[in-house]
């Protein structure tokens, strides 16, 4: 059973006269790691907001876990470009917001969970910090947390490195690979970044028009547990390459 499953799912935006997402068909196999790459604007960020149901499709059925999203609640979690962590809360109130919108627990048991998820994310002893107090990859681990919190196996993550500086970046990068596999999530990654997509990913997902009808998907030839080392391996320069001449193809289209 597929762990996402788009079936025909057309959206248009009320302000504009054409559908940007044009009855897309794809399915996402549970665990793996999928990069969406597309230029600007294309409608990445769209198939995401119709995913967590921020949006609602015109036509079409969106499937998780082999069942439709509507009505569900929590069965993803999502993580948008900016890290959105509340400045008046403390690091620990923010991550604990999944669990305080699932109810069930007490303050004291909250507390416990997120200890343990800001451990797990290399954040011991942030509980009490304030958000102005982390730097700019410690927020997005925080962010991330809280997304892990939601107990979704599917998670959305919107350019969450995009603002980070490159050593940061890479080290990330590193950081997230390790998070999939420990955790065995299904990971979908929006990112602008064709080395990070080839780096991250078991395939990427590369829109190629819009509207967007299809998503071609293209394998990463290096297995995993990866390092760094493998974006200097020949098959993968030419991947970086390939890719960088497809979205290139849909800028001067
Ligand atoms: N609320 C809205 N109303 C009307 N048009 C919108 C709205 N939100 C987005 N759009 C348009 O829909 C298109 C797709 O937007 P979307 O955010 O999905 O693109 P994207 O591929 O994620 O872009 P980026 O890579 O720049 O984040 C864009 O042309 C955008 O201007």
């Not at 997509?197 to 009808?213: G, N, Q, R, Y």
């Not at 299809?214 to 297995?223: C, F, K, M, R, S």
Request: aromatic share 8%; hydrophobic share 40%; charged share 25%.
């Amino acid at each position: 059973m597929s762990a996402l499953e788009f079936q025909s799912v057309s959206y248009q935006y009320p302000s504009e006269d054409f559908d940007i997402i044009d009855r897309l068909s794809f399915q996402v196999e549970p665990g793996s790691f999928h990069c969406i790459v597309g230029v600007s604007g294309c409608g990445k960020s769209t198939i995401f907001r119709m995913t967590n149901g921020l949006l609602a499709p015109k036509g079409g059925e969106i499937l998780v876990d082999g069942q439709p999203i509507g009505g569900r609640k929590r069965y993803c979690g999502y993580m948008p470009q900016k890290d959105l962590l509340f400045p008046w809360r403390t690091v620990g109130e923010n991550v604990a917001l999944p669990l305080e919108v699932a109810g069930g627990l007490s303050k004291g048991e909250r507390r416990k969970k997120v200890e343990a998820a800001l451990a797990d994310v290399g954040l011991e002893g942030c509980f009490d910090k304030m958000p102005h107090e982390l730097s700019g990859g410690m927020r997005q681990r925080a962010a991330f947390a809280r997304t892990m919190l939601t107990g979704s196996d599917l998670l959305l993550l919107d350019e969450p490195f995009s603002a980070l500086d490159f050593l940061t970046r890479i080290s990330m990068q590193e950081w997230l690979l390790d998070q999939w596999q420990r955790h065995k999530k299904t990971i979908l990654f929006i990112t602008h970044d064709v080395e990070e997509a080839v780096f991250l990913s078991s395939s990427v997902l590369v829109v190629e028009a819009t509207p967007i009808h299809a998503l071609t998907e293209i394998q990463v030839p290096a297995g995993f547990p990866r390092d760094r080392a493998c974006l200097a391996e020949p098959s993968m320069v030419e991947l970086k390459e390939r890719l960088i001449t497809l979205l290139r193809k849909q800028v001067t289209a």
